[in-house]
């Protein structure tokens, strides 16, 4: 069946610093969406990406859509103690009526 | 305008009981998805409910069942519980996909 795998499984970086997750699916994709899930929450939608080569920004986030619309990048700059969380992308094929959620990156800040 | 209400938040089970979970969604939307969310794992989807019809369903054992209300609130039943069920239990509604998921809070359940 369809998968989607994120990379890195963890990352630590210091306050300030970049970062960047980065999300792979198996079949290709009608749509996919980005969403945050802090610590003892729930997941939050981030941004919607539908278009092949389709990138957005929000202040200093970036999202990119692949080509080929099998994969997807998240890349935040100088990061905050407020970027904690775990970031996972959610792919969707038209027809299937269901999201399939990627394996997250957690995100660790450094103060 | 409250958004995804689930209910409860928290509860125990043991191995063999039955449990049903409830989801009141956003305001607005009419299709309801249940995800379970091991812990450290991404969300696992389980089924759609659009219409009062199950529209999708995912990898999970008729274990699992669920309804929808012409509300559009929706409930999710497991029976014959395993330890392995032991996951948060998530609500997502949308108006009519593919568009942004709204979830609830989620009820956590511990199957011992």
């Known amino acids: 069946g369809q998968q989607v795998m994120q990379i890195p499984q963890y990352q630590h970086v210091q306050e300030g610093e970049d970062f960047t997750t980065y999300c792979n699916s198996s079949t290709t994709l009608s749509n996919i969406q980005w969403y945050k899930q802090r610590p003892g929450g729930h997941p939050v939608f981030l941004i919607q990406l539908v278009k092949s080569g389709e990138v957005k920004k929000q202040k200093r986030l970036t999202f990119q859509f692949g080509e080929a619309k099998k994969n997807s990048s998240l890349h935040i700059t100088a990061t905050q103690t407020t970027d904690v969380g775990t970031y996972f992308c959610a792919g969707y094929t038209s027809g299937t009526y269901k999201y399939i959620f990627g394996t997250g990156t957690r995100l660790k800040v450094l103060a | 305008d409250a958004g995804v209400t689930q209910s409860p938040t928290h509860l125990i089970k043991t191995r063999g009981q039955q449990v049903t979970l409830r989801c009141s969604p956003k305001s607005g939307h009419d299709t309801v998805s249940w995800y379970q969310q091991a812990l450290g794992q991404g969300p696992q989807f389980i089924f759609q409910?659009?219409?009062?019809?199950?529209?999708q369903r995912g990898n999970f054992p008729d274990r699992f069942s669920g309804h929808q209300f012409p509300n559009y609130s929706s409930e999710l039943n497991v029976n014959a519980l395993l330890l392995g069920d032991s996951a948060l239990y998530l609500c997502?509604?949308?108006?009519?996909?593919?568009?942004?998921?709204?979830f609830g809070e989620g009820s956590r359940l511990t199957v011992l």
């Open positions: 997502a509604s949308s108006f009519r996909p593919p568009g942004e998921l709204f």
């Open positions: 409910y659009y219409e009062e019809e199950e529209r």
